[in-house]
Every structure is written in structure tokens, then in C-alpha cells.
């Protein structure tokens, strides 16, 4: 095998080590994580927004078009995101890394396990 074969299998390796790790968390919890640290801004409620647009059906969903939601910044709507677990990850991480010029005025949320958990939870939103 090849230096670029072995690093592309590395690569492929490590994004479902990852997805795995995501993929762990537990919706009951998450939704507990969810109602303390994203519920004063998103609903978690088809068609009702926040201050913050909905979350339901955000897996998949390209960033900035929660229908009648008009508080997306411009770096929001232009920045190409399409939600999946890894991005919110990322996002919910530290958020202004992700759209350092996005309207959300929240700092992060450092534990793994409660992000891994409020992904699940997010996942269960359909």
C-alpha cells in the first residue's frame, strides 16, 4: 500500500471513529442538555422559532433556511454548511470558530458526552 493509500484509509478511519463517537450519545439525555443550554433560543418544535430558528429536521438541513426565519446573519446563510452530526459538533463546540461572524451568542459547550447526547437528541427531531 501507498503513503497516499494509507493516509486516505487513516482519514476514512478516523471519520467513522468519529461519526461512532457522535453517534453514542443518548436523545433522553440530550433532550435534558438540549432544554438547559439551547431552549431559551431554539424550539425543538416544527415551525416555531426562537430567537434562534427550530432544530427540528436540522440534520441535513443546508445552514440559514428555516422558513420564516428571518435573524440569520450573512455569514450564516452563505457559509455553503450542511448540518450533519459531525458539523454541530464543531458548531456547538465553539461556535464562533465555525461562523465567526454568526448572530448565536453562545460560547460552546465543552463536555463530549453532552454534545454526543444533544446530537442524539437533535437526531431524534424529525
Request: charged share 25%.
Amino acid at each position: 500500500m501507498n503513503k497516499q493509500s494509507l493516509l486516505l484509509a487513516a482519514l476514512a478511519l478516523a471519520a467513522l471513529i468519529s461519526q461512532h463517537a457522535v453517534a453514542a450519545g443518548d436523545a433522553k439525555k440530550g433532550a435534558d442538555v438540549f432544554a438547559e443550554e439551547c431552549g431559551d433560543c431554539h424550539s425543538a418544535i416544527p415551525g416555531k422559532s426562537k430567537k434562534g430558528p427550530t432544530l427540528t429536521g436540522v440534520i441535513g438541513r443546508k445552514a440559514g433556511t428555516v422558513a420564516n426565519f428571518a435573524g440569520y446573519s450573512d455569514t450564516m446563510k452563505d457559509s455553503g454548511i450542511v448540518w450533519t452530526t459531525d458539523k454541530i459538533d464543531a458548531y456547538i463546540t465553539h461556535p464562533k470558530k465555525v461562523v465567526p461572524a454568526g448572530k448565536m451568542k453562545y460560547d460552546g459547550l465543552e463536555d463530549a458526552a453532552a454534545r454526543a447526547d444533544v446530537i442524539a437528541y437533535l437526531s431524534s427531531l424529525k
